[in-house]
């Protein structure tokens, strides 16, 4: 089946806009996640959503962030006024319940100019 | 809180030979344990996770983990090798009572050679 899908898999932006990425999770999947993983660094976690509500947005860096999930399936994270520090590979991935394995995407990577 | 430390961030080694990469952890609850391989140019994906039962996880390419919890690791083994087991490797742990956030190491980078 269809694993989870993120687009666009490359955004080249200017300092001080606004963009937006989307992830498409596997199907049913109730959670899902997004993470951010800097050059030479792990994914670090941003948000999880279960269901329609995010359980756990402590890993937002700060108020630029922001991230939905309208009708419990596909997630769009929103980054406003970008900043050169904000580029890096946007991770998304789900799950079938949160206790369940993650599925990762291929990613979005974001380069700010 | 919890942290990963991944004490190699290279690891070159030859085609056929064993490898252990190192992986560990500090958490004051318990913890459900994985490693995630990341191909070039492709996503996040899971090797082996250990939950609970048999501290000896067998994971997909032959890698295996054992869990220790008196020395809070996690080490990541396979007995020999290919080429294209080269790949960033991430260790990452999960609060065992709380939701889906996984907390990830550095990321060890395995380079096998002919």
């Known amino acids: 089946g269809a694993g989870v899908s993120q687009t666009p898999s490359n955004k080249v932006t200017e300092k001080g806009k606004y963009v937006e990425l989307r992830c498409d999770p596997i199907?049913?999947?109730?959670?899902l996640y997004w993470y951010r993983q800097s050059l030479g660094q792990g994914p670090e976690f941003l948000i999880y959503?279960?269901?329609?509500?995010?359980?756990?947005d402590s890993g937002l860096p700060n108020d630029r962030f922001f991230a939905v999930r309208p009708e419990g399936s596909v997630s769009t994270l929103k980054i406003q006024r970008t900043e050169r520090g904000d580029s890096a590979v946007y991770l998304c991935a789900s799950s079938l319940i949160p206790a369940e394995t993650q599925y990762f995407g291929p990613g979005t990577r974001l380069l700010v100019l | 809180a919890q942290s990963v430390t991944q004490l190699d961030s290279q690891v070159p080694v030859f085609e056929e030979a064993p490898v252990e990469l190192r992986c560990n952890y500090s958490?004051?609850?318990?913890?459900?344990l994985f490693w995630y391989v990341q191909y070039p140019n492709q996503g996040l994906q899971l090797l082996l996770k250990?939950?609970?039962?048999?501290?000896l996880v067998k994971g997909i390419n032959g890698f295996e983990a054992e869990f220790n919890k008196s020395q809070t690791s996690f080490h990541l083994r396979k007995p020999s090798v290919h080429i294209s087991d080269t790949a960033e490797y991430f260790c990452a742990v999960r609060r065992g009572n709380q939701g889906g956030k996984l907390i990830f190491g550095q990321g060890t980078e395995l380079s096998v050679k002919p």
């Open positions: 199907s049913g999947h109730t959670a």
């Open positions: 958490s004051s609850v318990s913890v459900y």
């Open positions: 959503f279960q269901g329609t509500g995010a359980a756990d």
């Open positions: 250990y939950l609970s039962g048999s501290t």
